[in-house]
Nanobody
Framework: VQLQASGGGLVQAGGSLRLSCAAS????????MGWYRQAPGKERELVST???????NLADSVKGRFTISADNASKTVYLQMNTLKPEDTAVYYC??????????WGQGTLVTVSS
């Protein structure tokens, strides 16, 4: 299984971006797909996850601004990010947790929010 993330870029504060992460490879089910981020000098932190049944989890810092969704048919997870703040600047990583709890990471995509 491989993950391909896209959608990062440079945006002004208050703007929006939509990240995508497409999973490829032979698998039928997954436990969760999600997004983490890592800002310079900081540890990687959870942004949001979504289960195969659609249950979502959002970090408090992004509630009301970010929305996670998934298209199970195309095995793609999206992160809609609105009202972006400079503190959202980070490399965003997607991951997928398989039924056997194996966790697979995609490459990061850089999001830069200018003030």
């Amino acid at each position: 299984v491989q993950l391909q993330a896209s959608g990062g870029g440079l945006v002004q504060a208050g703007g929006s971006l939509r990240l995508s992460c497409a999973a490829s490879g032979r698998f039928l089910r997954f436990r969760t797909m999600g997004w983490y981020r890592q800002a310079p000098g900081k540890e990687r932190e959870l942004v949001s996850t979504i289960s195969s049944s659609g249950d979502t989890n959002l970090a408090d810092s992004v509630k009301g601004r970010f929305t996670i969704s998934a298209d199970n048919a195309s095995k793609t997870v999206y992160l809609q990010m609105n009202t972006l703040k400079p503190e959202d600047t980070a490399v965003y990583y997607c991951n997928i947790r398989m039924p056997d709890r194996t966790l697979i990471w995609g490459q990061g995509t850089l999001v830069t929010v200018s003030s």
